[in-house]
């Protein structure tokens, strides 16, 4: 399948661990164990079908790239030749004007020879009238010896005109018969010149014709490329069916990420269209191989913007309005660099540009659209998942969506110590980790792609039951927001982390706990009764995983203000030296009070108010705010 043969790649896996399959987890691998046997016979029967399908790929597309070359040379020579046909013809065109430029010489001199002739004529007649010259006559006739040596004089201008006459007539007939002589050759030329005409035409319409039996053979290799790569998609997907099949949990949602673009991107492209027609391209790539989201439209610029990068950053508003499944994301800070604030003020201008863009879907272009401080290489969550360039070539993260089985095993709790919701929290965490380890170790084995990580984080749904919020009300608050949600959030994060750890041997990522206010229903809900507040969001973000993620805002707030927000999340993530994030949704057309649907994951949310006092003042400020001093630990 064209996904394995990708390079630069981090393919990701969300799964979905419901309360359901948390408590007969262990029972559940003990019962699969007794057919564990006739299950693995037929997972290696399904891999090996896999693998063949790959190698007949793998042929088709070495077919189709030997067609490919094979005609691109036939269409190199097919070039030449038609840029040869065009100089001959312009040669013979060149022979057809020299030519009738000398016809007419020619007729020009025939004329002026004529002419010269009738006088001469002329002259020898007039000459013939006065008859022969007698010397003795002359001198007899001669008044004197003066007279008759003018008439000698006259005698002798007589004879050199004609002499001179006979000369420029000579050599008048020489020069046109030279010109005569010039003209056949050229037409001599001319032949020769039309008749490798005639051949490089027919070695044309040859070579237009194997260029179009090339183009035969590639539709012919085409449709056997498309067959082999729908029964590899079939099998693959048969293939994570029998992973969800195995273990009782869902992947619920597939993703790529790839290099961050601006930096291949940089020697190709010179335009914001040039960079979102690689967009384009991750797009329908992400939809031939059948994953939900595709990571990597990203710039990574915490310290400085170079020219690549700006255009990308530009290129934002139109990539994320013309495509469905690419995600962008872009690092503007970190605790060794400080906060880039050129970039800040860019991205706050490019938020607001890529809610227009798409403001007749209620902005959602901004949903696929998140700002780092201290982003990491590896993370599999969307929209800031890019394949770090610490990563090798190719590898699997995964992520585990689990609130849910948290939530359940607190309820078996409720009213107990701190020491008791501790230890169930870790307990729990360890188990929905344990989960994610033991599919990735097994796409890993089953795909050959190298095992990344396990994100730790408790990344919740639009499904009801699927809630961070609900944790914390669980913990004990009325709703997420009220007084004491920091230091349950805080505590959660702790734990899950402590818990996690111990499930898997690779762990990175964000890891911690999101609060991704419209993928969250128990936060929509906090936001509808006012309990959850913009402001208390931030400070919630002290102490979990990422930041202000999928906060859906007023469409008429200021770039200005959005620059602002970003600016103060970035301060938190370097200062704290954790990785934090924004992820604001300036909905165009809408205002507090109204709802915005992003549908699926993303969910909806109600538009929460912001804090309109101006910040432009600061923010138009340029250069970076340095990094803190316990940044240098060198």
């Known amino acids: 399948m064209k996904k394995r043969v990708l390079k630069s790649i981090s393919a990701l896996l969300l799964l979905a661990v419901t309360a359901a399959s948390a408590s007969p987890l262990v029972m559940h691998l003990s019962a699969a164990s007794s057919s564990v046997s006739e299950w693995e016979r037929q997972r290696q029967e399904l891999q090996s079908k896999i693998d063949e399908y790959n190698k007949s790929i793998e042929t088709a597309k070495n077919d189709i790239d030997g067609a490919l070359e094979r005609k691109a040379q036939i269409d190199e020579q097919i070039d030449l030749i038609t840029e040869k046909i065009a100089s001959t013809n312009a040669i013979i065109d060149q022979y057809d004007s020299d030519i009738q430029k000398i016809n007419s010489r020619i007729v020009d001199m025939d004329s002026e020879i004529d002419t010269k002739y009738e006088r001469f004529e002329s002259w020898l007649r007039m000459m013939q009238l006065s008859g022969d010259v007698n010397y003795l006559e002359m001198v007899l006739s001669a008044d004197s010896f003066v007279s008759f040596l003018e008439t ?348 996690g750890v111990m499930a898997s041997s690779y762990v990175g990522g964000l890891s911690g706990a999101f609060i991704p206010v419209s993928e969250d229903q128990g936060m929509i809900d906090a936001v509808k009764v006012g309990a959850l507040t913009i402001e208390k969001l931030e400070a919630m973000t002290c102490v979990c995983s990422v930041g202000l993620d999928m906060i859906a805002i007023p469409g008429k707030t200021k770039a200005s203000t959005i620059s602002g927000i970003i600016a103060d999340e970035m301060a938190i993530g370097m200062i704290n030296q954790k990785t934090t994030a924004v992820r604001l949704i300036p909905v165009i057309g809408k205002d507090v009070g109204d709802t915005a649907q992003f549908g699926g994951l993303l969910g909806y949310a109600p538009i929460i108010p912001v804090n309109e006092y101006d910040c432009s003042a600061f923010v138009n400020r340029k250069g970076r705010i340095p990094a803190p001093v316990h940044s240098f630990k060198n």
């Open 152 to 499: 000698v004089d006259r005698m002798g201008t007589l004879i050199k005109y004609q002499n001179t006459v006979m000369e420029d007539l000579r050599a008048d007939v020489n020069a046109a018969s030279e010109q005569r002589d010039e003209a056949d050759t050229l037409r001599a030329e001319q032949l020769e010149v039309k008749q490798q005409l005639e051949s490089d035409n027919a070695q044309l319409t040859a070579l237009q014709k194997k260029s179009e039996n090339y183009i035969t053979e590639l539709k012919k290799n085409q449709a056997q490329y498309e067959r082999y790569l729908a029964d590899a998609e079939a099998a693959d997907e048969k293939l994570g069916n029998e992973i969800e099949a195995e273990f009782g949990i869902p992947i619920v949602n597939k993703r790529i990420s790839v290099t961050p673009i601006a930096l291949i991107g940089g020697a190709a492209c010179h335009t914001i269209e040039d960079f979102a027609s690689i967009a384009k391209t991750l797009d329908k790539v992400a939809h031939e191989v059948g994953v939900n989201f595709l990571g990597g439209y990203s710039a990574l610029v915490s310290k400085g913007m170079t020219p690549a990068d700006e255009l990308l950053i530009r290129s934002i508003p139109l990539a994320l309005s013309t495509t469905e499944r690419v995600c962008s994301s872009v690092n503007l800070g970190s605790t060794k660099t400080g906060i880039n604030m050129d970039a800040v003020k860019l991205m706050g201008e490019m938020v607001k540009e890529t809610a227009e863009y798409t403001k007749e879907d209620d902005s959602l272009g901004c949903a696929k659209l998140v700002v780092f401080c201290n982003a990491p290489d590896d993370n599999p969550f969307m929209a800031g998942a890019f394949h770090g360039v610490t990563e090798a070539d190719k590898i699997i993260n995964v992520g585990v969506s689990g609130p849910g089985v948290v939530k359940t095993a607190l309820e078996k709790v409720r009213g107990e110590n701190f020491e008791v919701l501790c230890e169930t929290i870790k307990k729990t965490a360890f188990k929905v980790t344990r989960v994610g380890q033991l599919v990735a170790q097994e796409a890993s084995r089953m795909l050959n792609v190298p095992f990344g990580i396990v994100d730790l984080s408790l990344a919740p749904t639009p499904a009801i039951g699927d809630s961070v919020a609900d944790i914390l009300c669980e913990i004990g608050l009325e709703h997420a927001g009220a007084p004491g949600t920091t230091a349950a959030l805080a505590l959660l994060n702790d734990q899950v982390k402590k818990g």
